[in-house]
């Protein structure tokens, strides 16, 4: 088996058989490829649209598991237990692969044989039709989406968006799985277990690229672009760094450092803004930025 494809599912039964049924037209045989669904307690339809797939795509190898420790670090963490393939990739419950998504992945890992661990291009697909009035580039990790270019690249200081990313099993051998203690469960937006994971595989000098032809669409809802999901993203940015740097004081002061290199950046970006008439960017850049900080020292 070359792929595991790993969906981690909550109460997203909208999306969820769209999201399947993406996965299902890749061009790619279907032998080669596994789909895993984890659902993690739904209270909504999500079984019975997963049923509806496998009976319009019985001929995906596909399994169903209900993953019953709440939390999307472990949904993840199971199906990286039950997954038969020589490469794990995690896709978003509401994003949407190209139809040749695997063939270009293939294509990538076969030109770059030292690959432990990619990421992907995150595209938004505005339920409203149109990108919300304070978007900047420097905001699109608010939405899940990431676009570095046209090229292959090795992730610097950043790290690859969970809706769109993928390890050799080895990789996740050597420096282990998801913290339970971060990520998403239910409606809380604490997050930090992406960043954490590939944080100990660059520690360990194995390399992370960037394939910008392995695509995935992600759905972003109206109410993920209001002024209040801005603000409770940034709370829960800042309640995972501080669960993720607590460990250690040195930890917590490097962050801490690092919070106010990323003020003054902020403060250069409102002027910026402010300066061109945006002022809705503006704020919102402030906004952000105030509920991280707020949230990472505990107030």
Not at 3 to 10: E, G
Not at 89 to 96: G, K, L, M, Q, V
């Amino acid at each position: 088996m070359l792929f595991s494809i790993i969906v981690c599912t909550y109460n997203r039964d909208a999306y969820i058989y769209r999201a399947l049924e993406h996965v299902a037209k890749n061009r790619f045989p279907y032998e080669d490829y596994e789909v895993l669904l984890i659902d993690n307690n739904s209270t909504d339809n999500t079984k019975s649209e997963c049923n509806r797939f496998q009976q319009a795509y019985s001929q995906v190898q596909y399994r169903y598991i209900v993953e019953e420790k709440q939390g999307l670090s472990n949904a993840r963490n199971r199906g990286i237990a039950e997954a038969a393939g020589q490469w794990l990739i995690f896709i978003d419950d509401d994003a949407f692969m190209h139809d040749d998504y695997l063939s270009q992945l293939q294509a990538y890992l076969q030109a770059h044989p030292d690959t432990m661990s990619f990421g992907g291009r995150i595209d938004p697909l505005y339920e409203s039709g149109e990108e919300p009035a304070w978007m900047n580039p420097w905001m699109y990790s608010i939405i899940s989406a990431i676009d570095m270019g046209a090229e292959v690249k090795p992730f610097d200081k950043k790290y690859p968006i969970g809706a769109n990313m993928g390890f050799h099993k080895d990789c996740l051998k050597a420096v282990g799985s998801f913290n339970p203690k971060l990520g998403r469960s239910k409606k809380n937006l604490i997050g930090g277990e992406e960043k954490e994971l590939f944080g100990k595989i660059k520690e360990a000098g194995m390399p992370v690229y960037y394939f910008p032809k392995v695509i995935v669409q992600h759905v972003i809802p109206e109410n993920r672009t209001t002024e209040d999901y801005i603000r409770r993203v940034g709370d829960g940015i800042g309640q995972s760094e501080r669960i993720r740097t607590s460990h250690s004081k040195k930890a917590y002061l490097k962050r801490g450092f690092l919070e106010a290199v990323k003020w003054a950046g902020s403060l250069v970006l409102w002027c910026w803004y402010q300066l061109k008439g945006q002022s809705i960017k503006a704020k919102m850049i402030i906004v952000f930025r105030y509920h991280i900080t707020k949230a990472f020292l505990g107030k």
